[in-house]
C-alpha cells in the first residue's frame, strides 16, 4: 500500500545561524512523497535531478531506529525550488520520513503510535545533519514545515517557544537564477551578526514578525554579500516586510492584497523568477494512507 505525504517549505523570519534562535513560518510550496514497500529493494526517484542521498538517508535512519528490514520504492514531486533559501531540505526529510513510517503502519509492520510528531520531526533533522545539507539542523526551518503556521524555536534544545498559525497573507518570493546551498555558506560572518540578530529575535518574540523578518533579512544580506536595495523595493513598493530567506538567494516579502501589483513590478527588474504563494498553517501532512 502506498503513502502519500505532502510537506511545505518554510520561509525565514530569523535565521538562527549566527545565535541558534530561529524563527519560520510555512508557505504554500511543497514536496510531496510516495512511499511503497517492496520485498527487497530500495529505489529513490527525485525531479528535476535533484540528489536523493538525503532521501536515502532518511529511510536508512527510520528502518535502522524501527529495526525494519524491507526493500522501499521513494518518489518525490517538488513544487519548491532547491538550494534557495525556502527549507527545500526540511520539507523533503520531514515527508520522506513521515511516508515511510506511515507505509510501515500500513502494512503492520510497527504499530499505531510508536512515533509521535516529536519523534518523526528530530528523526527528520538528524537525517539532514548526517546528510551535511544543514548547519544547525534547521529546527526552526524544519517545525515550520512540519506544524505549518510560524514557529519560534531555540535550536541547540530543539525547542519550541512558540508555534501557531499566522494570519493569511500574500507571500512574494524573487528567486535569482542562482542556488546558495545552506552548507557551503560562510558560519564566521554570520556569526558576526549575532547582537543584531538577537534584537530582530526579541522582536519576534514579542510578535512584532514583520519587524523581525525585515531587521534579519537586512543583516544576513549584508552577510552573505546579497543586495539588501531588492527587500527595500519591495518596502518601498508597499510590502509590510521584506528580506533574505535562509542564507539566500531568494528574498520573501509579505504583502497586503492591494500592494500586490506594486511589489511584483518593483521586483521584475531584477534576473530571475518571482513566485506568488501564500502562508501555510497547515503543515506536513499524510494526504494517502494507502
Same mark, same amino acid.
Request: net charge negative; with cysteine.
Given at each position: ?35 511503497? $514497500? ?24 527510520? $528502518?535502522?531506529? $524501527? ?41 503492520? $509492520? ?52 512558540? !508555534? ?99 511589489? !511584483? ?26
Amino acid at each position: 500500500m502506498k503513502a502519500i505525504v505532502r510537506s511545505p517549505g518554510s520561509a525565514t523570519v530569523i535565521n538562527a545561524i549566527s545565535t541558534g534562535c530561529g524563527s519560520a513560518f510555512g508557505i504554500d510550496l511543497h514536496v510531496t512523497v510516495k512511499a511503497s $514497500l517492496k520485498p527487497s529493494k530500495r529505489t529513490f526517484t527525485a525531479e528535476q535531478d535533484v540528489d536523493t542521498t538525503l532521501m536515502e538517508i532518511c529511510v536508512d535512519e527510520v $528502518l535502522k531506529k $524501527l529495526k525494519v528490514d524491507t526493500g522501499i520504492e521513494i518518489k518525490t514531486t517538488s513544487t519548491l525550488p532547491v538550494a534557495s533559501g525556502l527549507s527545500s531540505s526540511s520539507a523533503t526529510s520531514n515527508a520522506v520520513v513521515l511516508a515511510t513510517y506511515q507505509a510501515l503502519l500500513n502494512e503492520g $509492520l510497527v504499530s499505531d503510535g510508536t512515533w509521535n510528531d516529536k519523534d518523526i520531526l528530530n528523526l527528520a533533522i538528524d537525517a539532514s545533519l548526517k546528510a551535511g545539507v544543514t548547519i544547525t539542523g534547521a529546527f526552526d526551518d524544519a517545525s515550520a514545515s512540519y506544524f505549518g503556521g510560524l514557529t519560534i524555536t531555540h535550536n541547540p534544545r530543539r525547542e519550541i517557544l512558540h !508555534q501557531g498559525p499566522l494570519e493569511e497573507q500574500n507571500i512574494l518570493i524573487y528567486m535569482p537564477n542562482k542556488k546558495s546551498p545552506t552548507a557551503q555558506s560562510d558560519v564566521s560572518r554570520m556569526k558576526l551578526l549575532a547582537p543584531w540578530v538577537k534584537l530582530a529575535f526579541q522582536e519576534a518574540l514579542k510578535g512584532n514578525i514583520y519587524q523581525a523578518l525585515t531587521l534579519n533579512g537586512i543583516l544576513y544580506s549584508a552577510a552573505l554579500n546579497f543586495d539588501a536595495e531588492i527587500a527595500l523595493n519591495a518596502l518601498e513598493a508597499g510590502a509590510k516586510a521584506a528580506g533574505l530567506s535562509g542564507t539566500g538567494p531568494s528574498f520573501v516579502a509579505i504583502v497586503p492584497d492591494e500592494k500586490l501589483d506594486d511589489v !511584483q513590478e518593483a521586483w521584475s527588474i531584477y534576473p530571475g523568477k518571482l513566485i506568488s504563494t501564500k502562508v501555510d498553517n497547515v503543515g506536513t501532512k499524510v494526504v494517502n494512507h494507502g
